[in-house]
């Protein structure tokens, strides 16, 4: 009988080889090939191969065995897959260390599969250890070709379903809605709760409508069990949902920001996959329908902020003229249209020979003026506080630009308290190269900018910043 007769069901179904029993039994009482077959009997549209895992306990030695046992049974099978028409899955294993992973995700990625999956993974996330299921993916993504997708076997929970996207996950399966349903459990994106413990449900999906726990908590097992069974699939598939909307919306990262802010061991896995958020901006599209939405100190690593840093010292360089830098908050830029006064003392300040103008920030740092208006600089929205971490970025930023434009003087203007950190700090890194002047604005914008022009009238007749 076929799959698809058997299931009533004409949409696209994914058979597995049952490799998951070697780790729960110790073996299977079939052989690769007849595994191979059988699937094609059934006419499966994806179909993976009978291969080793690895698991979460595994010594090394054992780790790289199932490695090297999973590409020769991967070999074995391309030589007697008849089904052409059928996608079939190469298993990357290694389990918990990233070198067999990379290791192997090297060798399948050479095997003409069409699809990859990573194995051994359900442990790791049984146990909350999303650190490890990070370094786990990444090894196996970075090592992949980028135009095959990859699978991750036992991912199951709504709450890492952003992150795992994120790094590159394309497709999931795992019986933990039914398992969950099995213990009395309900799944939400913040994490498992207990029915025993529910006074309300958090979910109008069409399962929980209209219901209450204490109406659940009455029911036979059976009908319980259907019931947090279904609401779990419901979660699951509002999660998938949610983050399609969030891709098309090029909101992903802010989604998978604040789902980190769940359960403290995503939080940690999160920063963990911050380490790789360079690897993610060649695939980040340079203009999107929103701006980036700048949410905590974490989001000054997302792929968008290290590129504008990275693109400002590659392939920027101020006008020739400029050996003058006036660096303003980026407050005396944004809103010149509207405010006249403002506008009227900048155009002065253009006009002396010499200067350049630029604005600064804690999310991108510096941004040259002629650049304000390019994706995504003036079209990010941020709530960032001025934190000792967020000060000593600014303050590196700026610096490194500063040495980099090779001014012969600067003039830095502050508003805020955290500015006048940055810029004291940066008049003293900068101190060898350049004479810098610190405007304090604690008398209002017009008059500090004033007083910046008085500064560069004095400049222009001395050529010096007294």
Sequence with gaps: MKVHDLLKFDGVIETDSGAYQILQYGDVEVQPNEIIRFQEDLDSDIAVILDVPTGHESSKDRAKRTVEETIRRADEALRVVTRKDILWVGPVQGGAYPDLVSYSAREMAKRDFSIHALGSPTPVMQQYE???????????????????????FGAGHPMMFAMVVAMGCDIFDSASYA???????????????KLEGLQYFPCNCPTCHGSSPEKVRSMIPVDRERFLASHNLHACHAELQTIKQAITDGRLWELVEMRSHAHPALQRAYRRFLHYA??????TPVRKNRGPLILTADSLNRPEILRHQARLLKRYRPPPYADTGVVLPESYLKPFRENAPVEKSLRK???????????????????????????????????LSATPRSITNATTRVVTYLKSAAYKRCVMVTEEPWQLKVAKSVKRK??????????DSERGSELALSEVLHVLKRVSSRHRIS
């Design 179 to 193: 398992l969950f349903a099995r213990n009395g459990r309900y799944m939400t994106v913040q994490g498992t709760a």
């Design 130 to 152: 999303f650190g490890t299921l990070v370094e786990m993916v990444m090894a196996a993504k970075l090592n992949l070709p980028p135009d095959r997708p990859l699978h991750l």
């Design 349 to 383: 300040i253009r006009r002396q020979r010499n200067v350049h103008i630029c604005a600064y920030n804690l999310t991108y740092a510096i941004i040259p003026e002629e650049l304000l208006d390019v994706f995504p600089l003036s079209q990010s929205v941020d709530s």
């Design 278 to 283: 360079p690897n993610f901006e060649i695939d």
């Design 430 to 439: 900068v101190s060898r190269t350049m004479a810098l002047r610190i405007v």
